[in-house]
């Protein structure tokens, strides 16, 4: 590859360490994959290759090379059939089910695998790297189905899919398009590689799927901790709500740290009252007074959960271990992925309880009982108008059955292993259904809080009705306007599911920077 190393656009694969932000800026940001110009360490991932056609040559049995795989290691492969073993492993595990992973999602999968190659354990030549790269680069994403692993021999089945397309069979995402892995080949003069033995193995039998999922929760679970906050703040100023409850000497006898930057997150968007001023309501309902105790679960539990996460995106995780510079072959089971389904069952439980707080913020929002003040369902019409006007009715209706769908898939995937492959495959992990699950219950969760966008702003544009002033900070107040440009006043009903779907899109895209405030 020609371009300069320390091209800001460029994640370098080798001797580096590879973060989350690295996989989510490739996947979702257009940055490119480069390979190390480091001598010793390509001198590293020879050696490797090297080592095992040294060892094939001599025909001493290595599982998966000169043997079935799994149950079926004790299968000796005759020498002159080695050669087809890594083909016949993809393509009968070309079984997979369900919808395909995003084009971003493949992409992350290409550039986790890369990294997990890249440590030099694997046994798999350079240009096995540098054409995941060139994938990667030209935006070539294999086609993958969500369904079909038990994480562990790794996402075998999934997994399956990237080896093949490297062969040049079954299909890929490309500019928009679902076409053929070797037309698209042809087009971009990409030659399709003829694995040799090991390489199917090493790319398959990995994490790199649920990894990779867990890239993209994590990142996306990072800012709903911050938007979450957000929204308390603002569903307190919509409310009327007492903002003493997020003082700092309150939480210096609670020191959690997440807890106590969450406080920080919504008192920093929320005015201060003397002290002779304070609420006559002495406290609010738990859904805004103990905020912080939800969010900051999450916010606490996302630094173990980096930990996780990252040292499998910088681990070799597939079976048998090559170490080629001490010649050496281990046999293990690196491919399992329960750490990375524990972070997944745990982040999918704390999210949920994002969705539950919001949702129960909802209900206090739309109802004259608890809003202090503010119409039936956030209504803004008047006089006789009202009696047919429904505000948000049905957004909080909406707002409960996504709510309760997040809620049901809190049950944890990792605890249901199965036996699977006569028994080889006796005790799994469950990960990338884990993650999968993790994935949908962000989802619900994003689209509850762009309903609580919606409405929260209707709220606090119907409090500036009768208050004279809400003293909102400028940068809350710059919020509300550019909601407010995207979405006019509820006056009268209308259909709001399209606004719905764009706040959604806009949330992904992070459109509202809530960490420099």
Request: proline share 3%; net charge neutral.
């Given at each position: ?56 040559k001599e025909e001493g049995s ?123 080949f042809n087009k971009e003069g ?229 036996s699977t492959e006569c028994h ?94």
């Open positions: 590859m020609s371009k300069l190393a320390d091209n800001k656009n460029q994640i370098i694969f080798g001797n580096n360490f590879i973060s989350i932000r690295d996989i989510v800026e490739i996947a979702y940001q257009n940055k490119e994959a480069e390979l190390s110009q480091d001598t010793g360490w390509r001198k590293k991932i020879q050696k490797g290759a090297e080592f095992l056609s040294r060892l094939l290595i599982y998966g090379v000169t043997t079935g795989y799994g149950d079926s290691c004790t299968v000796a492969v005759p020498i002159d059939l080695v050669y087809e073993l890594p083909l016949h492993l993809s393509r009968f595990h070309g079984c997979g089910m369900g919808n395909t992973l995003s084009v971003e999602l493949s992409l992350a999968v290409l550039a986790v695998r890369l990294s997990s190659l890249s440590q030099g354990y694997s046994g798999v030549r350079l240009e096995i790297l540098e054409t995941l790269a060139q994938l990667i680069n030209k935006k070539i994403a294999p086609v993958i189905p969500e369904e079909g692993s038990v994480g562990a021999s790794g996402d075998l089945t999934p997994l399956s899919y990237v080896a093949a397309v490297l062969m040049g069979e079954r299909e890929v995402f490309y500019k928009g398009k679902r076409e053929e892995t070797l037309s698209v990409i030659t399709p590689l003829k694995l040799v033995p090991k390489e199917g193995l090493a790319l398959m039998n990995g994490t790199a799927v649920m990894t990779a999922m867990a890239c993209a929760a994590y990142d996306r679970a990072e800012y709903l901790c911050r938007l979450a906050s957000r929204i308390t703040a603002l569903t307190i100023i919509a409310t009327d709500g007492n903002p003493c409850h997020f003082k700092e000497n309150l939480f210096t006898v609670k020191p959690h740290m997440g807890q106590v930057k969450v406080a920080e997150f919504i008192r920093n968007d929320l005015y201060e009252l003397p002290p002779s001023k304070e609420k006559n309501r002495l406290q609010d309902r738990y859904s805004l007074r103990c905020a912080p105790h939800v969010i900051g679960v999450l916010v606490d539990s996302l630094d173990w959960m980096k930990k996780f996460i990252e040292t499998e995106i910088n681990s070799a995780n597939d079976n048998p271990i090559i170490d080629g510079e001490k010649e050496e072959i281990l046999h293990g089971g690196h491919f399992y992925g329960g750490h990375i389904a524990f972070v997944m069952d745990s982040m999918k439980n704390a999210v949920a309880n994002l969705a539950d707080l919001m949702d129960r913020q909802l209900a206090l929002l739309v109802d004259p009982k608890f809003n202090h003040g503010l119409p039936a369902n956030l209504t803004a019409a008047k006089g006789k108008r009202a009696s047919i006007n429904h505000g948000f009715k049905a957004v909080q209706i909406l707002v409960s059955a996504l709510c309760a769908e997040a809620l049901k898939l809190t049950m944890p995937a990792s605890v249901f292993s199965r080889n495959q006796d005790k799994v992990s469950m990960g990338t259904i884990a993650a999968r699950d993790c994935l949908r219950i962000i989802e619900l969760t994003e689209q509850i809080a762009a309903a609580m966008l919606l409405a929260v702003i209707q709220g606090i544009d119907l409090r500036l009705e009768t208050a004279n002033d809400l003293n909102l900070k400028k940068h809350i107040l710059n919020m509300k306007d550019s909601i407010r440009e995207k979405f006019e006043l509820v006056i009268e009903d209308r259909p709001m599911e399209s606004s719905l779907r764009y706040f959604v899109e806009l949330i992904r895209k992070k459109e509202w920077n809530l960490y420099n405030e």
